[in-house]
């Protein structure tokens, strides 16, 4: 098995890994609401996937400052 003969440096290793970047998730919009999504998910907004409603969106109601 093959052994280096020094021990490389934090920084070169590091260079080395600048490539390694994460890409972001290739957004496509809803075919219900138009909203920005990721690809085979259920979408967030309305809760369809492929045409038919999967989850029920629970609508948050606003609060109201009593005085």
Known sequence: MAL???R????RGRRRRTHWKISSGN????PQC???KLGHRVCPVCG???GKQ?????VKEKKKKAR
């Open 27 to 30: 957004l496509i919009p809803c």
């Open 48 to 50: 369809y996937y492929k």
């Open 54 to 58: 999967v989850i029920e969106i629970k």
């Open 34 to 36: 138009k909203q920005p």
């Open 8 to 11: 490389h440096s934090k920084a």
């Open 4 to 6: 280096p003969k020094q």
